[in-house]
Every structure is written in structure tokens, then in C-alpha cells.
């Protein structure tokens, strides 16, 4: 089974940027479709985006469409989520995850998770 590791969060002010990184080890992440959640205190774990296996398509939570961009390099076994114009309301742990299908957005779905990575966002 596909190990995940995330990396890349912090602490930043509304506005900043941040990428984040999931790196995958112990197997090939080129032929699945992958995707990003979040976990905000006191909340269920929710999706935010997802990609297919090439990159080719993407798919957005309205709540960040036009701010964030997911990416991947296969060559890399790296999935990334860029997020611009960082807002309070953005502060939560964030997952990286192996599913089937791009616009799958179910966190039952999806078979390997890495351990999350924590962005807060000062306003």
C-alpha cells in the first residue's frame, strides 16, 4: 500500500501563499486519481480538490476555486496543492489521499492517507 507524507503547511497571514507537498513512497501514485481534504477544529474531514492520473483534470470545493490549484508530478510520485490569497477560515489539517476517481469527494472512497500537514491562518 502507497505510503503518504505531507508537507508544507504553517503559519501565515490572510493573503500569503503556501504549497503543499504529498510525497508517496512504497508504490506508484501515475495511475490513480488523487485529491486533498481538510479537517477544520471542531469539524468533519471535508474534500477540496481532486486531480485524475495525468493532471489533466481537476476539480475544486466552491469554497476555494480560483485560489487553489492542485497539481502532481508522477515523475516525482507528488501530488501538490497551491493556495493563494490565504483566508482565516482556511486553517485546518490538511490530508493528502489515493482514490479512483477525480470527482470522488466521499473520504470513505479513498484507500491511503497520509498523516496531514497543519495550515492556520492569522487574520
Known amino acids: 500500500q502507497v505510503q503518504l507524507v505531507e508537507s508544507g503547511g504553517g503559519s501565515v497571514q490572510a493573503g500569503d501563499s503556501l504549497r503543499l507537498s504529498c510525497a508517496a513512497s512504497g508504490g506508484t501514485i501515475g495511475s490513480y486519481a488523487m485529491a486533498w481534504f481538510r479537517r477544520a477544529p471542531g469539524k468533519e474531514r471535508e474534500w477540496v480538490a481532486g486531480?485524475?492520473?495525468?493532471?489533466?483534470?481537476?476539480f475544486y470545493a466552491r469554497h476555494v476555486k480560483g485560489r487553489f490549484t492542485i497539481s502532481r508530478d508522477n515523475g516525482k510520485n507528488t501530488l501538490y496543492l497551491q493556495m493563494n490569497s490565504l483566508k482565516p477560515e482556511n486553517t485546518a489539517v490538511y490530508y493528502c489521499a489515493v482514490g479512483d476517481s477525480p470527482v470522488e469527494t466521499i473520504e470513505a472512497d479513498f484507500r491511503s492517507w497520509g498523516q496531514g500537514t497543519q495550515v492556520t491562518v492569522y487574520s
Open positions: 486531480i485524475d492520473w495525468s493532471g489533466g483534470s481537476t
